[in-house]
């Protein structure tokens, strides 16, 4: 049985696929499977998929038809047989001592090891050498995250987890932000965090991406913020339930913020507008809330501005 089963949900995807494969291949860290989920391509990613599967009896290919990355991630996840899962993107790519550098922190007794990442449109190793590593619970874990304190962050990939987390939670299928929705949630349930500055993880940027244009299913981004307020909301009597709830209200915040200037940047005055609404009956309570982080209490203090105004400044600062 493996140490690690890496996930990597592939949907048209060739340009970058054998990438992607690659950088697991080139791991110092030889004790892993690689399992690719093909969701139903059309381009030549399942014959890329398939030839490294004939060359390594480590990588393993599940395909169907497309259902979405969240869908497909659930299936690896199924399929996994090793206790330690780490997810990567059809076009991301490990660094070579990624695997190696979260294994010793998960052999250490860690569930969750989460990196940082490097974003760009061109890869370019830099060796971490001997990174610094914080431990922590999962609850301060998962208030950090939600009130977007670097390096802390949603992404699934770029991370370490102990299987047993996905016991009873998966991914919602069909829900854009899946990330913002399970990652919390997942460090909710871990009593042991080791993060770090450093990047393991190249994460691609694309201008054509989802994450870089309008589209109604942004509008999930608000769903799930609202849901995990409402998860920690009915957490009350535990002690922690408060200081979580304010944290995922900064989350819903931000999340507001971010949607009514993409909304107004594509035409969308009338999201915008609703957005708006909830970010001037939120922005007292962001004012007081001393762990925000300054672009939510710069929208707060800004929300008194005219309509026009307010969404041009929110639209400078969306992506």
């Given at each position: 049985m493996?140490?690690?089963?890496?996930?990597?949900?592939?949907?048209?995807?060739e340009?970058?696929l054998g990438?992607?494969?690659?950088?697991?291949?080139?791991?110092t860290y030889?004790?892993?499977?690689?399992?690719?989920v093909d969701?139903?391509?059309?381009?030549?990613s399942?014959d890329i998929?398939?030839?490294a599967?004939?060359a390594?009896?480590?990588i393993?290919?599940?395909?169907?038809?497309?259902g979405?990355?969240?869908a497909?991630?659930?299936?690896g996840?199924a399929?996994a047989t090793?206790?330690?899962?780490?997810f990567?993107?059809?076009?991301?790519?490990?660094y070579?001592?990624?695997?190696?550098?979260?294994m010793?922190?998960?052999?250490?007794?860690a569930?969750m090891?989460?990196?940082?990442?490097q974003?760009?449109k061109v890869?370019?190793?830099?060796?971490?050498?001997n990174?610094?590593?914080?431990?922590?619970?999962?609850?301060?874990?998962?208030?950090?995250?939600?009130?977007?304190q670097?390096p802390w962050?949603?992404?699934?990939?770029?991370?370490?987890?102990?299987?047993?987390?996905f016991?009873?939670l998966?991914?919602?299928?069909g829900?854009?932000?899946e990330d913002?929705?399970?990652?919390?949630?997942?460090l909710e349930k871990?009593r042991?965090?080791?993060?770090t500055?450093?990047p393991?993880y190249?994460y691609r940027t694309?201008?054509?991406?989802?994450?870089?244009k309008?589209?109604?299913?942004?509008?999930?981004a608000?769903?799930v913020t609202?849901?995990?307020?409402?998860?920690?909301?009915?957490?009350?009597?535990?002690g922690?339930?408060?200081?979580?709830?304010?944290?995922?209200?900064?989350?819903?915040?931000s999340a507001?913020?971010?949607?009514?200037?993409?909304?107004?940047?594509?035409?969308?005055?009338d999201v915008?507008?609703r957005?708006?609404?909830?970010?001037?009956?939120?922005?007292?309570h962001?004012?007081?809330?001393?762990?925000?982080?300054?672009r939510?209490k710069?929208?707060?203090?800004?929300?008194?501005?005219?309509d026009s105004?307010?969404?041009?400044?929110?639209r400078l600062?969306?992506?």
């Open positions: 493996p140490a690690v089963s890496v996930i990597l949900p592939a949907y048209n995807a340009a970058f990438r992607s494969i690659a950088s697991i291949l080139n791991q030889a004790d892993w499977e690689l399992i690719i969701d139903g391509s059309t381009d030549g399942a998929a398939a030839a599967a004939a390594d009896s480590r393993k290919l599940l395909r169907r038809p497309n979405g990355v969240s497909a991630r659930n299936i996840i399929a090793a206790p330690y899962i780490a990567i993107d059809a076009d991301d790519e490990y070579p001592e990624a695997l190696a550098l979260m010793e922190r998960g052999d250490a007794g569930d090891v989460c990196a940082n990442m974003p760009g890869y370019r190793h830099k060796k971490p050498v990174p610094a590593w914080t431990t922590v619970d999962g609850h301060t874990a998962a208030m950090a995250t939600l009130y977007q670097p962050h949603t992404g699934p990939w770029s991370k370490l987890y102990r299987r047993s987390l016991d009873n998966t991914f919602t299928s829900m854009r932000y913002l929705e399970i990652v919390p949630l997942l871990c042991k965090v080791d993060f500055a450093a393991l190249f694309n201008p054509a991406s989802f994450m870089q309008w589209s109604d299913s942004r509008l999930d608000l769903k609202e849901k995990l307020v409402a998860h920690y909301r009915s957490l009350a009597d535990t922690y339930g408060a200081a979580m709830t304010a944290a995922a209200e900064s989350r819903h915040f507001l913020c971010n949607i009514a200037g993409l909304a107004y940047g594509a035409g969308r005055r915008a507008t957005c708006l609404t909830q970010i001037r009956r939120l922005s007292p962001m004012l007081a809330l001393p762990r925000v982080r300054l939510n710069a929208a707060a203090r800004l929300a008194a501005l005219p105004l307010l969404l041009w400044l929110l600062a969306a992506r």
